[in-house]
C-alpha cells in the first residue's frame, strides 16, 4: 500500500519509490487534457524513475513537460499555474528517492494525498490509446533564477561587497544559490557543487557534523557567511563568519521581522510550527505583526487557513525551510540565500541582524515510547503536564505545549517515524526544565505498559 508521509513518498528505491510506483502514481495523477511538469534531482535512480513517471502521466493523457534535473523549488516555480511531479529523496541517504506532488506551487494538502491514495487502492490503468499524452522537454532554470534575483533586489537590494561560501552537497543548489548570489553581486566561493547522486562530498543532510569543511573554510578565511544546503535545494544553514552554525530558530526570526517590519498589511502573518522558538513570537510581535502555528510538515495547510480567515501571511517557516509568499507559496532555499545574503550585505554582517534576538539555551530530547502506546500517552500528558507546570499557559493543538511569561517554553509530541516522544526546550534553566519534564514523559510512558 503506497501511502504519503509529511514530505510526499520518500523510501528506498529499490523497494519502496520503484519504477512501478511512480508508474501507478503517474496514472493516478495524471488526467487527460492536463499539463504536468516533472522535474528530478541527481540521484542515481533519478533517469529510470523520471521514465516511469512520465509513461503513467502519458499513459493517463497528460502532456509532460520534462524539466530535467532542477532544484525542487525550480519545479515548484514552474507548477504555477498547473500541477508538478519532482522526484527526489531530499536530503535522504543516496540509495533512496522519492515523489513530491505540487499544485499551482504549492505541495499537495493532505486530502489530495488521500485522493491519489485513494486512486492507487482501486487500481490505475492507461486512458483509451489515442488518447495518451506526450513529453516535451523545458529549460526553465535560468528564467527561476532571474525571479530569485530579481524578488531580492526589490525587497532587499543587492548582495555587493558580500563574501559568501556555498556549500551545495553535491545537490541541486550548486545548479542555483551561486549563480543567484553572483547575480546579486556577491563574491561567491563553492564548495561541492558539482551535482552526484551519490554525494561524494558530504552527507546529503546539511548538519553541523557534515557542514564541517565549510565552517573551517569560512573561519580560516574573509567570508562574511557561509550557506549549507539539502540535497534538492528546499533547506538551509547558515554559518556566520566565525564558522559556528546559527541556530535555525535565529535565521527564521531573522526573516520573519524583516517582512513583518516591511509589510503595509494591517495584519501581517508569520505562520510556523510548535516546535519553533518563542524568539520568532517576540521578533514578529516587536515589528507589528503576529504568529499562527500548524503541525510540522503543513506549512501550506497553515497558510492556507490564515488567509481563509482574513489574515495576511508575510512569512511561512519551520527550522531550516522556508516559504517567501511575496516570491511564491513553496519551500525554497535558494530565494532564503539570496534575501539572507542582501540581509547580511545591508548590515555588514550576521551579528548586527543577531543583536535584538534573545537566544536562550535550546535543547532537543528523544524519550523512548513504542507506537502502540504513543496515543494514550498523549492523552495522559495533556493533563499531566499543565499539573507539574501550573504557571505556564498551555496549547494541546498540535502536541502539548507550555509557555512561560520569560519566553521559556517547551514542546512534547509523538514522532510520526521512530518509537520516540519529542521533548522540545527552551530556557535560561533548560537543563532543569528537561530534567523536570522528561519524568513526567517517561512516567506517561511506563503507565501504558502497567
Known amino acids: 500500500m503506497i501511502r504519503f508521509g509529511t514530505a510526499g513518498i520518500r523510501g528506498p528505491a529499490r523497494e519502496k519509490v520503484t519504477p512501478f510506483v511512480c508508474l501507478a502514481v503517474g496514472q493516478a495523477v495524471g488526467e487527460a487534457g492536463t499539463t504536468i511538469v516533472l522535474g528530478r534531482d541527481g540521484r542515481e535512480t533519478g533517469p529510470a524513475l523520471a521514465d516511469a513517471m512520465a509513461a503513467g502521466l502519458e499513459s493517463a493523457g497528460t502532456t509532460v513537460i520534462r524539466l530535467g534535473v532542477v532544484p525542487t523549488p525550480t519545479l515548484a516555480f514552474a507548477s504555477q499555474g498547473r500541477h508538478g511531479v519532482m522526484l527526489t529523496a531530499s536530503h535522504n541517504p543516496p540509495a533512496d528517492n522519492g515523489i513530491k506532488l505540487f499544485r499551482d506551487g504549492v505541495e499537495y494538502d493532505r486530502d489530495a494525498e488521500t485522493e491519489v491514495e485513494t486512486a492507487l487502492e482501486a487500481g490505475t490503468h492507461p486512458t483509451e490509446w489515442?488518447?495518451?499524452g506526450e513529453s516535451i522537454t523545458r529549460d526553465v532554470l535560468d528564467r527561476y533564477r532571474r525571479a530569485v534575483v530579481g524578488f531580492t533586489r526589490e525587497f532587499v537590494g543587492g548582495a555587493e561587497g558580500l563574501q559568501v561560501a556555498v556549500d551545495c552537497g553535491n545537490g541541486m543548489a550548486g545548479l542555483a544559490t551561486p549563480q543567484v548570489l553572483t547575480s546579486l553581486d556577491a563574491a561567491v566561493t563553492?564548495?561541492?557543487a558539482n551535482v552526484d547522486g551519490r554525494f561524494p562530498g558530504r552527507g546529503s543532510k546539511p548538519t553541523p557534523e557534515t557542514l564541517a569543511d565549510l565552517r573551517a573554510f569560512v573561519a580560516d578565511g574573509s567570508h562574511g557567511m557561509g550557506i549549507g544546503h539539502d540535497g534538492d535545494a528546499d533547506r538551509i544553514v547558515i554559518v556566520d563568519s566565525s564558522g559556528?552554525?546559527?541556530h535555525e530558530d535565529t535565521v527564521l526570526a531573522i526573516l520573519a521581522e524583516r517582512y513583518t517590519r516591511e509589510s503595509a498589511s494591517p495584519d501581517p502573518v508569520v505562520v510556523t510550527?510548535?516546535?519553533?522558538?518563542a524568539r520568532i513570537d517576540e521578533r514578529v510581535e516587536a515589528s507589528g505583526?503576529?504568529?499562527e502555528r500548524v503541525r510540522l510538515g503543513a506549512l501550506h495547510e497553515g497558510v492556507a487557513r490564515v488567509r481563509e480567515s482574513g489574515g495576511d501571511v508575510v512569512f511561512a517557516a519551520e527550522p531550516w525551510k522556508h516559504i517567501h509568499p511575496g516570491f511564491g507559496g513553496w519551500i525554497d532555499g535558494v530565494a532564503s540565500a539570496a534575501v539572507l545574503a542582501g540581509l547580511v550585505a545591508e548590515a555588514d554582517g550576521i551579528g548586527p541582524l543577531r543583536e535584538?534576538?534573545?537566544e536562550r539555551p535550546y535543547r532537543k530530547v528523544a524519550v523512548e515510547c513504542p507506537d502502540e502506546r504513543k496515543e494514550r500517552a498523549m492523552e495522559r500528558l495533556?493533563?499531566?503536564?499543565?499539573?507539574a507546570f501550573p504557571d505556564a499557559a498551555v496549547d494541546t493543538a498540535y502536541g502539548v505545549r507550555l509557555e512561560w511569561p520569560d519566553g521559556s517554553w517547551i514542546l512534547v509530541r509523538p514522532s510520526g517515524t521512530e518509537p520516540y516522544v519529542r521533548l522540545y526546550a527552551e530556557s535560561e534553566g533548560v537543563e532543569t526544565l528537561i530534567?523536570?519534564?522528561?519524568?513526567v514523559i517517561e512516567s506517561a510512558v511506563d503507565e501504558q505498559a502497567l
Open 130 to 132: 489515442d488518447a495518451w
Open 190 to 192: 563553492t564548495l561541492n
Open 244 to 246: 559556528d552554525v546559527v
Open 273 to 277: 510550527t510548535p516546535n519553533a522558538s
Open 289 to 291: 505583526g503576529r504568529v
Open 356 to 358: 535584538p534576538i534573545t
Open 382 to 387: 495533556e493533563t499531566a503536564l499543565p499539573a
Open 435 to 439: 530534567e523536570e519534564a522528561t519524568a
